[in-house]
């Protein structure tokens, strides 16, 4: 069955990084575009970037666009989310999600992982 586990996130300082990854397995990952989603508290479900299959193309939220990074290696079926400058309002639990084809459709996914906690405060 399809996999997403996600880890990397902890507590970083605004103005820090932090660089999350999701292993999948459960599927043949290079056929889908994959997704990062984060929810914060008292707030809905919000879209962060997304990679096609083969990774040459990425899209981002404007909210990110310019700090965050989105990257795959189909090889070791794993996802990336590399956060730079990071923000209090970045404080969420991010999700790895798998897209039901290979092109990047926000929002359009049929499978996530747990979440991992990214928190960012001084």
């Known amino acids: 069955q399809v996999q997403l586990v996600e880890s990397g996130g902890g507590l970083a300082q605004p103005g820090g990084s932090l660089r999350l990854s999701c292993a999948a397995s459960g599927f043949t990952f290079s056929r889908y575009a994959m997704s990062w989603a984060r929810q914060a508290p008292g707030k809905g479900l919000e879209w962060v970037s997304g990679?096609?299959?083969?990774?040459?193309?990425?899209r981002y939220a404007d909210s990110v666009k310019g700090r965050f990074t989105i990257s795959r290696d189909n090889a070791k079926n794993t996802l990336y989310l590399q956060m730079n400058s990071l923000k209090p309002e970045d404080t969420a639990l991010y999700y790895c999600?798998?897209?039901?084809?290979?092109?990047?459709?926000?929002?359009?996914?049929?499978?996530w992982g747990q979440g991992t906690q990214v928190t960012v405060s001084s």
């Open positions: 999600a798998k897209g039901k084809t290979p092109q990047v459709v926000p929002y359009d996914y049929d499978y």
């Open positions: 990679i096609g299959s083969d990774g040459s193309d990425t």
